[in-house]
Structure formats: C-alpha cells, structure tokens
C-alpha cells in the first residue's frame, strides 16, 4: 500500500455538547487542558487538551448556527475526525479527490491553529479528516 | 480538575464497513497495519494499524450479526472510541458511574489484547471509551 510520508497526524476532533464536562472526564482520563477558543468561521468553541504522549485532543462545540451542530445532534458527542498537517492542502486535494473524499470544507484560515489553512474531506471508509498546512 | 494517573491513552476506534478500503486509506495518510483478527465476542473484524508516532489505531467492521453494527448504520465510518489502559476495570467502575458513565460492554475477555479484559462505557460528554485491563 501507498505511504505518503507527507501526511502528519495532528489531533484527533471530540464533537461535545458540554465542553466543561468534556474537559473534565478527559482530565480525569490523562489530558491537560491549556487552549480554549471560539472559531468564527466554524462557529464552534475549541478547547484543546493533550496527553503525557503528545497526543493532541479537540473538543469541539458547536453553537447554535454552527454548520456542524447537525452532527452533534445526529451522532452525539465522541471522537469524529482526525486531523493531519500536510505542507500544502491544495497540492493533497486531487489526490483526495481521486480516493473519492468529498472536499466538505474549503481551505480556511483557522484562528485556533496560526490562522494557517484548514480543509476538511469526508469519505465513506474513514468518515471525516482535517488537513491542517503547515 | 482531578487527573488520575492510571488511565493510560491506548488506541482510537475507527468504525468501517470496508476494512481493507479503509486500512489503505490510513496507510496513504503514515498507519501501517500488521494484525487482523476477528473477535468471535463482539461478532467484529479487527485491523490494527500504528502510525511513526506509536499512536495506534483499530478498525473495527461488524459483521451481521454484531451489537455495533446498528452504531455503524446510524453514525457512518469515523473515529467512535477512545481506549485507555487500565490496572483494573472493576476498580473504575464505581467511579465512572458516579461520573455519569452506563456501562454497555460488561468486562469481557478480548482475543485482540491477549485475552486480556476489556469493557465499555458511555457517556454523554465523551459518547464512548473503552477500557483495557493490563
């Protein structure tokens, strides 16, 4: 199988509906909690913990007009994407493409990472994944 | 907020319903897979793969008869659980149910971890996490 050395796991994405609660069951299960952010464009509150393995964590609450709010309230909370850094969104999305991934966000500044580009892709056998350019 | 260093990250859950479409996806995106099993109790084909992180990653497809496939049709393929690394599941047990945790999986030995226990738990904050007793 192919192995493209450029792709970086990043974080994994934990949809809530309560992100206080959320924080503290992650805390209790590893995780120190040191960013929080809203995300204007998203629409969503970020809070990002990490693990004694570096292991990055996203929770991710949607408001009221977020986009993905619809998500939350079909699937409920719980882990819902990974996230990798890749050195150009644009040169990975053909590829993507071809892998049949669905580009269901378009590169966009994202305020919580650097106001580097983000894009998110969905596919039938991964659900869905964040590029995040580095 | 309390931490309680006894629960070591272990692996993500990844749901699919095409186990070798989705072990080439992650393969493109740095996973290599090198165990597949089938896990006659919660009726699932089993796929692990790690990236050059250490972080590991377990495909999970139910098969017709499984308890999760129901989770499968609902939710679609993605990320559904966190696992952590216990030293005993029936000391947490107490603790997660005052925490607001159902538990959905009683502990069960799994033959993907060495006949070793595992057991799961829902919540509303995190959706579900598994526990591995080692």
Redesign the interface.
């Known amino acids: ?5 450029d ?3 990043h974080h ?1 994405g ?1 949809l ?3 992100i206080e ?10 995780f ?2 040191n960013k929080d952010i809203f995300d204007p464009v998203q629409e969503v509150d970020l809070s990002f913990g990490v ?1 004694d ?3 990055l964590i996203e929770l991710v609450k949607p408001t009221k007009n977020s986009k993905i709010l619809g998500l939350l309230k ?9 996230c ?1 850094e890749v050195s150009s969104i644009q040169e990975k999305e053909p590829d993507l493409k071809k ?1 049949g991934f669905i580009c269901v966000l378009k590169p966009t500044r994202a305020i919580a990472f650097d106001n580097n580009l983000i894009s998110f892709f969905f ?7 964040e590029l995040l350019e580095k």
């Open positions: 199988m192919t192995n493209d050395q792709y970086k796991f994994i934990v809530t509906n309560n609660q959320s924080k503290k069951e992650l805390s209790n299960l590893g120190y909690f693990n393995k570096n292991l079909k699937n409920g909370a719980g882990p819902y994407h990974l990798f892998r596919s039938k056998s991964l659900g869905l994944i």
